[in-house]
């Protein structure tokens, strides 16, 4: 019995102990503020998303061709489906105050936009920012000139970076040589 009491409570520790040393953290006005401290640009980190998000829309007969994603046939339409992982990697391809482009493919221009919600606490992370949304939580982005519809857990898509571009402190060192008459 004592046994198996100390292997849980080892079990318990080694878990918080992984928990705890999370290399990803989220992207917020207190991490932006401490990442523009060093003089960092925005656009030199790299960015996660913090879960999968599936963008859907349905493809016109007129489209022939499709850049990216799948085409899948329900109900004898032709639906263009697009999934972004859980960590993926994307870059910053444009900033405008609080909102930044975040690109997740080669092509700029195919980006998402992620804001710092209207909450005024700096904790807050940045959001996928929705073009639309209604009662029922039907919500739809627009990608590369495009109007999706956003699966229903990607609509609290947030950014991450790693934790590290949070704590990096940039220090300057210099010796004073001394002065002689």
């Known amino acids: ?56 829309r349905v493809v016109s007969s007129g489209e022939t061709k499709v850049s990216s994603g799948t085409i899948k046939v329900e109900n004898g339409k032709s639906i263009q489906i697009i999934k972004l992982k859980r960590n993926t990697p994307g870059v910053c391809t444009a900033i405008a105050g609080d909102k ?42 627009n990608y590369g000139g495009t109007v999706y519809q956003v699966s229903p857990n990607g609509i609290f898509a947030k950014l991450k970076v790693k934790k590290s571009v949070a704590t990096k402190v940039n220090v300057k060192k210099s010796k004073m040589k001394g002065r002689k008459l």
Request: proline share 1%; with cysteine; net charge positive.
């Open 1 to 56: 019995m004592k046994n198996k009491l100390t292997l849980s409570i080892c079990i318990v520790i080694i878990g918080l102990s992984f928990s705890s040393c999370s290399r990803k953290i989220s992207f917020n006005t207190e991490v932006r503020n401490r990442v523009a401290a060093t003089n960092t640009s925005l656009t030199k980190l790299q960015y996660y998303v913090d879960r999968n998000v599936e963008l859907k």
């Open 100 to 141: 930044l482009s975040i690109s997740f493919e080669a092509e700029d221009s195919k980006s998402l936009i992620f804001v710092m919600p209207r909450t005024g606490n700096i904790k807050s992370s940045y959001v996928l920012q929705l073009a639309s949304i209604d009662k029922n939580n039907n919500a739809t982005v």
